[in-house]
T-cell receptor
Framework: NAGVTQTPKFRVLKTGQSMTLLCAQDMNHEYMYWYRQDPGMGLRLIHYSVGEGTTAKGEVPDGYNVSRLKKQNFLLGLESAAPSQTSVYFC??????????????FGPGTRLTVT | TQLLEQSPQFLSIQEGENLTVYCNSSSVFSSLQWYRQEPGEGPVLLVTVVTGGEVKKLKRLTFQFGDARKDSSLHITAAQPGDTGLYLCAGVSGAGSYQLTFGKGTKLSVIP
């Protein structure tokens, strides 16, 4: 199993450009999450999904959109990139409850720079 | 908004020393997790503590969950260079959605 994979690994965008980050998991996990990690800020939840076709806002959703058309994929979109969106983006997934460890499995991250 | 305060933010110690990292909140979490993150990688779960007062050991790492389920600590005995990394505590909440609220992390450097 590949676990959680993220595409691309690195990207540089100009202000105003758009892009989509892809997260894929092959563990048949039900729940998926998008976080951003900034220096000194820990990880902050952007959006999440509790199942195919469903999405919900997290702590910092502004400027981002998501879609979960297939169970194994969770897409994060930036319609008009801003320098404040320069960050490392992580995707994570978790099995459908009932679960005991609540372990979130993380991808390797996408480093995005907006100039 | 539930917040997790993690301290210290940075820690640089010599190999063989002991250390403790703290994670405190004014809110109660259903459970609390500790993750470790290496540069260029995603966080990896070390432990989940669920019951107030719970103590879990993972080799030289000891994790405690406070009686009131608002705070936790990570103690490393005889630190080794391989322990170097970013340690993150995370509280589990969001009934049914299993959202994680992360602390800002403790960057640990163990010098040989």
């Amino acid at each position: 199993n590949a676990g959680v994979t993220q595409t691309p690994k690195f990207r540089v965008l100009k202000t105003g450009q758009s892009m989509t980050l892809l997260c894929a998991q092959d563990m048949n996990h039900e729940y998926m999450y998008w976080y951003r990690q900034d220096p000194g800020m820990g990880l902050r939840l952007i959006h999440y999904s509790v199942g195919e076709g469903t999405t919900a806002k997290g702590e910092v959703p502004d400027g981002y959109n998501v879609s979960r058309l297939k169970k194994q994929n969770f897409l994060l979109g930036l319609e008009s990139a801003a320098p404040s969106q320069t960050s490392v983006y992580f995707c994570a997934s978790i099995k459908k409850p009932p679960i005991t460890s609540y372990e979130q499995y993380f991808g390797p991250g996408t480093r995005l720079t907006v100039t | 908004t539930q917040l997790l305060e993690q301290s210290p933010q940075f820690l640089s110690i010599q190999e063989g020393e002991n250390l403790t990292v703290y994670c405190n909140s004014s809110s109660v979490f259903s459970s609390l997790q500790w993750y470790r993150q290496e540069p260029g990688e995603g966080p990896v779960l070390l432990v989940t503590v669920v019951t107030g007062g719970e103590v879990k050991k993972l080799k030289r790492l000891t994790f405690q969950f406070g009686d009131a389920r608002k705070d936790s600590s990570l103690h490393i005995t005889a630190a080794q260079p391989g322990d170097t990394g970013l340690y993150l505590c995370a509280g589990v909440s969001g009934a049914g959605s299993y959202q994680l609220t992360f602390g800002k992390g403790t960057k640990l450097s163990v010098i040989p």
